[in-house]
């Protein structure tokens, strides 16, 4: 039996716009087996980050190998199968190689079958995995300083407020729900009680959703109703961990 070759092309919402559309892959892809006299490609895709492996055209290619009947597996490019370099180290050494599978990128011009492919290929997770690691500290870093001036770096944005480009400012019919759950906690009322009032009386939640206990206690004790911005960044791998407290008062109710 004659062995088949896969093309799997990935692409989420985000990178649409930067050139990596399904329809390109396919094309790149379908283009160069032609090219190297590969013959018919089958094509897998999906539409999801690669930051997991958890996808259904992934998945399917896993499967197809370890059948056996698949000899060549093109990419785009290698970001396409996963984004991070022990994924893709792992998925080569424990799938693809076990089953004398050729992993083959096209933009990047490597092939697994060769030793220089092989080593090309490690740097190049090197790198993608490194453009990962740099979009995720700038990210973090920059929802820090946002905390830092008072705005909304992460979260929900809680009953009250909308977040306008980033900032809170008060939404005055909420803002009296706020102050009614408020004022029924003062007069000695529990938080079941607050809840079963809310609901009784057709006011809905954030979200649209009905109240309960703890959403009446997450209300009452969120510090943002007393003007106070709370955050706390913890990420070893960059080593980021930091406790950021900021006050505005024009964000108490």
């Excluded at 000899?71 to 998925?91: G, Q, S, Y």
């Excluded at 309960?212 to 961990?241: H, M, R, S």
């Amino acid at each position: 039996m004659q062995r088949k070759v896969i093309g799997y092309i990935r692409v989420s919402t985000e990178e649409q716009t930067r050139g990596y559309g399904l329809d390109i892959q396919r094309e790149k892809i379908e283009t160069y087996c032609t090219l190297y006299n590969l013959g018919k490609v089958e094509i897998l895709e999906d539409d999801t980050t690669g930051k997991t492996l958890n996808r259904p055209g992934l998945q399917k290619v896993l499967e197809e190998t370890r059948s056996g009947n698949v000899a060549k597996v093109v990419v785009f490019k290698a970001d396409r199968l996963t984004r991070k370099l022990r994924d893709l180290l792992t998925i080569i050494e424990d799938e693809f190689e076990p089953h004398n599978v050729a992993f083959i990128s096209v933009s990047e011009q490597f092939d697994t079958s060769s030793p220089t492919g092989k080593a090309f290929l490690q740097m190049l997770g090197t790198f993608a995995e490194l453009e990962r690691n740099t979009i995720v500290y700038r990210t973090t870093s920059g929802r820090i300083e946002k905390a830092r001036q008072g705005g909304l770096a992460c979260g929900a944005t809680p009953l009250g407020y909308a977040n306008i480009g980033g900032d809170l400012q008060k939404i005055a019919a909420e803002v009296e729900i706020v102050k009614t759950i408020f004022a029924m906690r003062a007069d000695g009322l529990s938080y079941l009680a607050i809840a079963k009032i809310l609901n009784e009386d057709g006011i809905a939640t954030k979200r649209g959703g009905k109240w309960y206990a703890a959403t009446v206690k997450y209300i009452l004790c969120n510090p943002k109703y007393q003007g106070v911005n709370i955050y706390c960044f913890d990420i070893k791998e960059f080593g980021i961990n930091e406790r950021t407290h900021h006050t505005n008062p024009s964000l108490a109710i």
